[in-house]
């Protein structure tokens, strides 16, 4: 048997401190956490950065670092600094070597790093090693170069391969979700199915429960299933609440796929054990001929400069949709007239919040708003273009009348400036698997002692 204690869903969105404790009184194996995902977009593993702040990390690391001195257990973490880059590993280490002199904890630390240099995915690329996922965004040498960061997302191999080092902390690079929880059960020998099933339901730690924002869970895993149980006093675990994570950030509610196969839950069965346990068995690993590891990667695609304005009068709220087109039609063809520029060589967007912010043309739902937010969205091939069409657009946002022959509107700027220069803006533009003949292959694995 293995017990997994994960505190949370991620490093930086806190949890409670009595859960941990309860969760350390249960003498788990391993400390696991999750450090990031690709969920706020492109910018983070365009820039090699975190998306939480250092402090945040920083405290909760160091109730983890302490809770793992306590328990004298390995603490792991995987997509360190939200992206998982090279850099955001190295920024979680700096973390932890000024906490281990804090604390006055001597270390051994293992770096798993993910980052893969251009040559070796473009090798790949023509030996037939890498294949488009859907959407296939495309892939090319040419595109590859424009990379600012390239990561392969590791898995339970090489998570296993730095436990097995008798690292006390390992701090990874990409990592998929479940692989910080599988590794230490699929190296025990536990059931193969079940640590991947138990993984994809810890992942996220209590949002698998009644009491998601408790963030502590417990998951034990043996040789036919796994057995969940959170926390927090009051936090339950139900069949639906365990199962109904298979949908969370998974297209497929009953297949999972990972480095070297798929999880199949069809003929697994959730049993409560009582009002807060779940015990779950049936699921199927399924080895793949290939051993494959799913690329990222994220390209600058320009600049952007954003600007806002709000509308209360009624007569405008209520016909909001009607005046930004007019907005929009009247602002391109003065941006032709006065800049000389074609609309192929930038983009402009209005997004009505409160209105159709989220799906745009797509909205079907029609509300009563008291005011609306107007935010331009301008992207263009350099800042200075970006900022010019924000000054150029300026007066017009705040005066645009909706027919002609009405007096000019006042509305509301938010701030002053109206317009925030965002600086570059990243795309994501790798959605590929790449074939490995040895797991290791795509990895290097550091250890240091502090």
């Known amino acids: 048997m293995t017990k997994v204690l994960v505190p949370a869903g991620v490093l930086g969105l806190g949890f409670d401190p009595d859960a941990l404790k309860r ?3 249960e003498k788990p194996d391993i400390i696991c956490i999750d450090g990031g995902s690709t969920d706020s977009g492109p910018f983070y593993l365009g820039t090699g950065t975190s998306k939480y702040s250092r402090a945040a990390n920083k405290a909760e690391w160091k109730q983890l670092m302490q809770a793992r001195a306590d328990a004298a257990v390995p603490l792991v973490i995987g997509s360190a600094g939200t992206c998982g880059t090279d850099s955001t590993v190295d920024w979680m280490y700096d973390i932890t070597v000024e906490l281990a002199k804090e604390l006055g904890q001597s270390l051994k630390i293992a770096r798993i790093y993910s980052n893969q240099p251009e040559a070796r995915v473009s090798e790949a690329l023509t030996e037939g090693r890498v294949t488009a996922l859907s959407p296939d ?40 979700d479940t692989a910080t929880v599988a590794a230490l059960p699929l190296m025990n020998g536990d ?34 299933g796994f057995t969940v149980t959170p926390m927090a006093e009051a936090a339950r675990c139900t069949p639906h609440s365990v199962s109904a994570h298979m949908l969370y950030e998974n297209s497929d509610p009953f297949q999972l796929f990972e480095p070297g196969g798929y999880l199949d839950v069809t003929e697994a069965r959730y049993t409560a054990l009582n009002d807060r346990q779940v015990r779950v068995e049936g699921g199927i690993w399924v080895p793949a001929e290939d051993y494959t590891v799913k690329l990222e990667g994220a390209r600058m695609a320009g600049y952007q400069t954003t600007i806002m ?28 007239t006065r800049m000389d520029l074609h609309q192929e060589d930038y983009d402009l967007e209005f997004r009505l919040i409160g209105v159709n912010s989220v799906f745009g043309d797509l909205e079907t739902k029609m509300g009563e708003p008291v005011e609306v937010g107007v935010v331009g969205i301008i992207t263009a091939d350099s800042p200075e273009t970006c900022s010019e069409i924000g000054k150029l657009i300026n007066p017009f946002l705040l005066h645009h009348p909706l027919t002609k022959d009405e007096e000019l ?9 109206a317009q925030s220069d965002r600086g570059a803006l990243y795309e994501f533009c790798l959605n590929h698997v790449m074939v490995l003949d040895d797991p290791m292959a795509a990895f290097r694995l550091e250890l240091t002692e502090v």
């Open 409 to 417: 509107p006042s509305f509301a700027f938010p701030y002053s400036p």
């Open 137 to 176: 965004p495309g892939i090319s040498p040419e595109i590859l170069s424009q990379c600012s960061n390239i990561v392969a997302l590791a898995g339970a191999e090489q998570i296993g391969a730095a436990i097995a080092t008798g690292a006390d902390i390992v701090i990874a690079g990409r990592t998929t």
């Open 23 to 25: 969760g350390l009184a």
């Open 309 to 336: 304005a709000m509308l209360r009068t009624e007569h405008y709220v209520k016909n909001a949709r009607e005046w930004a087109a007019s907005l929009e039609a009247f602002v391109r063809d003065l941006i032709a």
């Open 191 to 224: 059931h193969a199915g079940g640590a991947w099933h138990g993984a994809k339901i810890a992942e996220c730690g209590a949002l698998c429960s009644t009491q998601p924002t408790s963030g502590v869970i417990l998951v034990e895993f043996d040789k036919t």
